[in-house]
């Protein structure tokens, strides 16, 4: 059989949904790693008979894990990398919302909410007293700043303004997620035919590092750790991973 060109660049979209549901595989946004690694612990015999070298080896796979490289932050995807919990903030009113502060020139005082500024807020001092914007403050993406002339004090403020819909991540107050994956791939080398992979049970673990500034994008690099699936019970499937290439004949 003649040999022919089967090199591999490949690149794709990948889906995710929680591990043993029924919920849809939803895309993940614009990735540029999946690496599979695969790790093992050999036990050698050596050969006592003359000669040196070893009589024999056992090798066993200790650990199979992944690296996924992404570039959407949503609030999914942050959740899933840093424990996160997510409570939906609904857009709205919000009225008379009683806010601290020290009255100080310069001293942000943030909404509880992120603020939608194409309606202006209403700001008042904690007596009922109208404050006036570019006076007593100046308007920001998160809320107000003080001016040295303000008569905003110790005493604190309301804000009555119109929040926007957001979602709220509670960093750190949730578990590991396990989730399925499928990779929709193509292969570049190859004029975009298609491969797929499909890790089939993972468990996220928690991200080194969340990078909020920066001068470049931001990508969070994440790893998850494959585990064996006990739903898979034939012994020709794979309880970890399934990989399908296109069978090209020469």
């Known amino acids: 059989m003649a040999q022919i060109d089967r090199s591999f660049a490949g690149e794709g979209i990948i889906y995710a949904r929680a591990y043993q549901s029924a919920d849809p595989l939803l895309d993940i946004g614009n990735c540029d790693t999946f690496n599979l690694s695969f790790a093992t612990n050999q036990t050698k015999l050596p050969n006592y008979r003359g000669g040196g070298g070893n009589r024999n080896v056992r090798e066993v796979v200790t650990d199979v894990t992944a690296a996924i490289g992404m570039y959407d932050l949503t609030a999914t995807n942050v959740a899933r990398v840093t424990r996160a919990t997510i409570n939906s903030v609904a857009a709205g009113v919000v009225t008379a919302e009683v806010l601290a502060c020290a009255g100080v020139?310069?001293?942000?005082?943030?909404?509880?909410?992120?603020?939608?500024?194409?309606?202006?807020?209403?700001?008042?001092?904690?007596?009922?007293?109208?404050?006036?914007?570019?006076?007593?403050?100046?308007?920001?993406?998160?809320?107000?700043?003080?001016?040295?002339?303000?008569?905003?004090?110790?005493?604190?403020i309301k804000a009555t303004y119109t929040k926007l819909a957001a979602d709220a991540l509670q960093l750190l107050n949730g578990s590991q997620v396990e989730l399925e994956f499928y990779i929709a791939g193509l292969n570049d080398a190859q004029?975009?035919?298609?491969?797929?992979?499909?890790?089939?049970?993972?468990?996220?673990?928690?991200?080194?590092?969340?990078?909020?500034?920066?001068?470049?994008?931001?990508?969070?690099?994440?790893?998850?750790?494959?585990l064996a699936d006990p739903l898979v019970i034939s012994t020709d499937i794979s309880k970890f991973c399934e990989m399908q290439i296109v069978n090209k004949a020469a």
Do not use: M
Not at 132 to 147: C, E, K, N
């Open 105 to 156: 020139e310069g001293e942000l005082i943030p909404f509880k909410n992120l603020p939608d500024l194409s309606v202006a807020p209403v700001i008042v001092t904690a007596a009922d007293a109208a404050l006036v914007a570019g006076t007593d403050y100046l308007l920001s993406p998160h809320g107000i700043i003080v001016t040295a002339s303000s008569a905003i004090t110790v005493a604190g």
């Open 191 to 226: 004029s975009g035919e298609p491969f797929s992979l499909r890790p089939r049970r993972a468990k996220l673990g928690l991200i080194s590092q969340l990078n909020v500034f920066g001068q470049e994008y931001i990508k969070l690099e994440a790893n998850a750790e494959l």
